[in-house]
């Protein structure tokens, strides 16, 4: 009887465990939310600050069952508010903005790095090059402008003359073909995408059979830009796709 009075407990404690950590983390990702869709790498300072002190006060809840789950929840909502405040103020003020985000600093000016601006920033002559990699630029010479970026990315700008030529340049007139939408995803129908276009399922229905497809099951994608150009990739049966996994893998294999 002890011995099941134990497993019943410890049981009660996994469920609560379960239970909170399901709720702080709904709660955390609808409160990210709200702070916008960056990435990790695009995080400004204030909002890196609030992600870790929001991941750091969730957990104090979930592997302390004796502190109440508002401890949790109260901070988190308060540090996302006032990130959206601050976010606010920024739009609004340009000299707060500056303050809080700081201001992109010129590390390369016309194939001259800046050494004073790089060690201000502790940007090594490495992550510089690793940057210029990135943007397609082998020479230090061919950079026109590198920046060290508020959010801690290097963004590079070749010189013009070693800028990939435009049509433009070179005096080509070409058609604008404009966005692809996707219509069709691994055989399912984007019907909010239909309608932001002003198209029918029955349109849908009729491109599909003039492409020799039934229904949109047969379509792993289906997209269309501005020019009315349709595009599609079949769906691979289930056979095929074993098969492609396994040369993969084979390939894949020492």
Not at 200 to 208: A, I, M, N
């Amino acid at each position: 009887r002890i011995l099941w009075i134990t497993y019943l407990k410890r049981g009660e404690f996994m469920a609560n465990v379960f239970i909170r950590t399901v709720i702080l983390y709904l709660l955390i990702v609808a409160l990210m939310r709200l702070t916008g869709k960056r990435q990790i790498g695009q995080l400004e300072l204030t909002e890196l600050v609030t992600a870790f002190m929001i991941s750091e006060l969730a957990s104090y809840p979930i592997s302390n069952n004796s502190i109440p789950l508002f401890y949790g929840v109260i901070p988190a909502v308060t540090l996302v508010c006032l990130e959206v405040f601050l976010s606010y103020i920024s739009i609004k003020s340009r000299s707060f903005r500056k303050v809080i985000a700081g201001s992109a600093l010129a590390l390369v000016k016309n194939g001259k790095p800046d050494q004073a601006q790089m060690n201000r920033a502790r940007i090594t002559l490495e992550e510089l090059i690793s940057a210029m990699r990135m943007a397609g630029i082998s020479h230090l010479s061919d950079v026109g402008y590198a920046f060290l970026e508020p959010s801690g990315t290097i963004s590079v700008l070749p010189k013009a003359a070693q800028a990939p030529p435009t049509a433009s340049d070179m005096n080509l007139a070409v058609s604008e073909n404009g966005m692809e939408h996707a219509l069709i995803i691994d055989g399912k129908a984007d019907e909010n995408e239909l309608k932001c276009l002003g198209l029918e399922k029955r349109w849908l229905e009729r491109k599909l059979k003039e492409n020799g497809y039934q229904t949109p099951e047969d379509v792993f994608f289906m997209g269309l830009d501005d020019s009315k150009n349709l595009y599609f990739v079949p769906k691979e049966p289930p056979e095929q796709k074993k098969k492609a996994v396994k040369r993969e893998e084979k390939r894949d294999a020492p």
